[in-house]
Every structure is written in C-alpha cells, then in structure tokens.
C-alpha cells in the first residue's frame, strides 16, 4: 500500500449468518477474519451472542485479546437464544437501534455469508452512505463466490441505471481478509453532489435520534 494514504481503522462491524453454512469453508474464513483483525489490533463489533459465524468471528478476536462487543435486542437474550457473547455486551430495545449503534461504533463493515438479516444490515449500511449519513467503508468478504450472484446483481442495477458508477464505489468486495482490510483502509468516500446537500441530526444514545427509517 505504498503511497496510499491508509484510514485509521480501530474497530469494524462483522455481519454474518448465526448458522455455520453449508461449506466449512465459512467457518474457517470467519475464524480467519478474527484472527487478522486481532493481530491488526483491531477491535470487532458485531450483533452479539456465540451462534454460527458469529460466534466464530468473536471468538478469534476475543483470542487474540482484543476487544469484542456485541450489541443485541433484549428480545434475543430470552432463554440464552444466542448463547453468551465473547465479551462486552450493550442489550437495545429495536433491532433498529442495533444498527444505528453499529454505525456509531465502527470504523468499517464487513459482511459474511449470512441470510437476510446480514443482507439487510449490508444494505441499510450502503443505502446510510449514499445519502451521506456516514462515509465509513462497506464491504463483503467473498467466500468460495459466495456473494458472486449478490455482486452481479449490483452491477446489473448500474447497467440498469438504478445505481450511479458512483454509488457503486461504496460496496467494496475481496476473496481474502488481509486485501480486504487493505481495501478497507485505502477506501476514499466519493458523495454525490446532491446528496451531500443533505443535513442529518446528530445522533447518539444520549441525544435525540437520527430519523433513518428512509429507504432507497
């Protein structure tokens, strides 16, 4: 990454399934991710609990003595649902409020293989940036093609003319850990003209909420 001026990144949100999947692959790259982001000394946050390739992921970091946090809606720590999480844990009201958390907390996402929960948290994260909500780096780690279909759809859209070639800088994708976090920390945010016209509240725990119920 010579001459590349590298982003400060100290802590990233994973996304990823609470099932393992059906290719060991998943649970071995999810391992892997921890340990890169452990000895990056970087710090995880994530949705909490100890299930599938969440519970992988937080297991390496927390291994590697960095810090793990997870952020979870109390309605899933009924009955152990999710399993104890790898370290600190924030319990929120909505599943709303969990992402906004995320997105306060973090400085990069990384989405592994998942279902829909991990596709609409990608989404809702890229949809933020486009509307220049955060300008926080956004990508998938591309298991075994795992996101193949999802990445061709996207430029299919472009083609489509639904999202501009600029909007479609923001979802970064690698096959390994290490090129991703390099991407993640050479990443540039490019905001629209117009949509970084946009004014948004601030928002915090403490303070009154940002209204990001909008969807594109």
Same mark, same amino acid.
Request: proline fraction near 3%.
């Given at each position: 990454? @010579? #001459?590349?001026?590298? *982003?400060?990144?100290?802590?990233?949100?994973?996304?990823?399934?609470?099932?393992?999947?059906?290719?060991?692959?998943?649970?071995? !790259?999810? %391992?892997?991710?921890?340990?890169?982001? #452990?000895?990056?000394?970087?710090?995880?946050?994530?949705?909490? +609990?100890?299930? +599938?390739?969440?519970?992988?992921?937080?297991?390496?970091?927390? =291994?590697? $003595? *960095? =810090?793990?946090? #997870?952020?979870?809606?109390?309605? %899933?720590?009924?009955?152990?649902?999710? *399993? $104890?999480?790898?370290?600190?844990?924030?319990?929120?009201?909505?599943? =709303? $409020? &969990?992402?906004?958390?995320?997105? @306060?907390?973090?400085?990069?996402?990384?989405?592994?293989?998942?279902?829909? +929960?991990?596709l609409e948290e990608l989404f809702?994260?890229?949809?933020w940036a486009q509307l220049n909500?955060?300008?926080?780096?956004?990508?998938?780690?591309?298991?075994?093609?795992?996101?193949?279909?999802?990445?061709? %759809?996207?430029?299919? !859209?472009?083609?489509?003319?639904?999202?501009?070639? *600029?909007? &479609?800088?923001?979802?970064?994708?690698?096959t390994t850990a290490d090129e991703?976090?390099?991407?993640? =920390?050479?990443? &540039? %945010?490019?905001?629209?003209?117009?949509?970084?016209?946009?004014?948004?509240?601030?928002?915090?725990?403490?303070?009154?909420?940002?209204?990001?119920?909008?969807?594109?």
């Open positions: 990454m @010579e #001459g590349v001026l590298v *982003r400060k990144i100290k802590k990233i949100c994973v996304f990823c399934g609470a099932n393992s999947g059906k290719d060991v692959a998943f649970v071995n !790259a999810a %391992f892997h991710l921890g340990e890169v982001l #452990g000895k990056r000394k970087i710090d995880l946050v994530y949705g909490g +609990g100890k299930l +599938g390739l969440m519970g992988c992921v937080s297991t390496a970091v927390a =291994q590697h $003595e *960095r =810090q793990v946090l #997870g952020i979870i809606p109390s309605a %899933f720590t009924v009955n152990n649902l999710v *399993r $104890e999480t790898c370290g600190k844990e924030i319990k929120v009201a909505t599943m =709303q $409020e &969990r992402l906004v958390m995320m997105m @306060e907390l973090s400085d990069a996402f990384i989405a592994l293989p998942g279902g829909f +929960g991990t809702q994260m890229i949809s909500i955060h300008n926080k780096p956004i990508s998938v780690l591309n298991i075994n093609g795992f996101f193949n279909g999802l990445l061709s %759809f996207v430029d299919h !859209a472009v083609k489509q003319e639904f999202i501009t070639p *600029r909007a &479609r800088k923001i979802l970064i994708s690698a991703l976090v390099d991407k993640l =920390q050479a990443f &540039r %945010f490019e905001s629209d003209p117009a949509l970084s016209k946009l004014k948004w509240s601030p928002s915090s725990s403490q303070k009154e909420k940002l209204d990001l119920t909008l969807r594109l």
